[in-house]
């Protein structure tokens, strides 16, 4: 288990992060470039050496309510690989691979009559599109797939990404 100096060690290894005060000894680290409305990466981390990482929707992980996971018995690998996975996620480009199902921003769904729909993600909405009509708009990925399963298509062998 790592003491509390060791920790304060390895997070300000992260240059992105900015360190803040809070009460009671406790401080804080910060994305300034977060996409999300969340900033704190590092939540409280305390004297006594414990603290928390934002880690929500980050594989592997069982956050709290609040999206936190406690490393008070993290080792520096354990550490390191959740900040940076933190970081990545609040990124632009980890906002976008969450959105875009891993960065797949572009897909073509077959049904069984051989007609095709190609699924975009365009302006944070992902659109079904007939050719050059519009088919249908969904907030999510998800909702988008379920909708073409439920018309009976299913998704292309190949898929696209960001270009």
Known sequence: ???????????ESFPELKK?????????????????????????????????????????????????????????EELRGIIKKAIHALSAEGAYE???????????WINRSGQSLEVIYENELWNVYAGELLDGT???????????IEEGFRPEKTKKGRS
């Open 138 to 148: 969904f907030r999510t990925y998800l909702e988008a797939r379920e909708y073409l």
């Open 20 to 76: 803040k005060e809070v009460s009671l000894g406790r401080i804080n680290f910060q994305y300034a470039d977060s996409v999300a409305d969340k900033k704190n990466v590092i939540y409280h981390l305390h004297p006594n050496g414990n603290g928390y990482v934002y880690a929500k929707d980050i594989d592997g992980y069982e956050p709290d309510a609040k999206g936190m996971v406690n490393i008070r018995d993290f080792s520096e």
């Open 1 to 11: 288990m790592l003491d509390y100096q060791q920790k304060l060690s390895i997070i």
């Open 98 to 108: 969450a959105a875009t199902a891993g960065g797949v921003d572009h897909e073509i």
